[in-house]
């Protein structure tokens, strides 16, 4: 069985300091781990995936398999990075099954 | 592109009533996705189609809830009859195909109450 993990609900941080949003996953394979994120008033959208390795609106994400996290990491936290943020698990089991966590609200306080 | 329609937005229903819900996905996407989140939870995958036919449907529970993808395009999620429990959000994603599972386009959801 897969299942992610984001222990806290709400992270509250300053405009200009460092943002960690953690997750951790159990799965016995290799998954594919990503973020998505929503706004208020918008969809839900992917943010990034671990494969991809790119940083997006200044946010990185590494896989570490020794600690099964994918902690979702920014320098400097905007006001306008303040949303849901969900760890999702995506592996191959007949098919590709997608797996969210519960979600931690990020308020950046200006 | 248009995204994932989904309607009606909000309903408001009495416990033991029957609700449907409708999604239109991105034209050309093979893979459809019914997702429930219950406030202060993740999206929770009710039933995945791969065009008209079911990939999972592992957590619907199929004693008040059926969805159909009868042409492969648009969907229907049908709640009959409905629980307090069932009080939740319900989101509707679509992707390209099962191998673009990760990259899942979501509609605005559908946010229903059951008194």
């Known amino acids: 069985a897969q299942r992610v993990t984001q222990p806290e609900k709400l992270l509250s941080v300053f405009k200009g300091a460092p943002v960690e949003l953690k997750c951790n996953y159990s799965?016995?394979?290799?998954?594919?781990l990503f973020w998505y994120v929503q706004y208020s008033r918008q969809r839900l959208q992917l943010l990034l995936r671990h494969i991809s390795r790119e940083s997006i609106k200044g946010f990185t994400a590494d896989l570490n398999k020794g600690e099964t996290s994918f902690h979702l990491k920014k320098p400097f936290a905007q006001e306008e990075d303040s949303a849901m943020y969900y760890c999702a698990l995506s592996a191959y089991g007949g098919y590709q099954k997608v797996t969210f966590g519960t979600g931690t609200k990020l308020q950046v306080i200006p | 592109e248009a995204g994932v329609a989904q309607s009606p937005r909000y309903k408001i229903i009495e416990k033991r009533q029957s609700v449907a819900f409708w999604c239109n996905p991105i034209s050309g996407h093979a893979t459809l996705y019914w997702y429930q989140q219950i406030l202060g939870q993740g999206p929770k995958l009710l039933i995945q189609?791969?065009?008209?036919?079911?990939?999972?449907d592992s957590q619907l529970p199929k004693d008040r809830f059926s969805a159909e993808r009868l042409k492969g395009v648009d969907s229907t999620l049908k709640i009959q009859p409905a629980k307090l429990e069932d009080s939740a959000v319900y989101l509707c994603?679509?992707?390209?195909?099962?191998?673009?599972?990760?990259?899942?386009?979501f509609g605005p959801g559908t946010r229903l109450t059951v008194t």
């Open positions: 799965y016995s394979g290799s998954p594919e």
């Open positions: 994603a679509s992707s390209l195909s099962p191998q673009d599972s990760y990259e899942q386009y």
């Open positions: 189609f791969q065009n008209n036919g079911v990939v999972d």
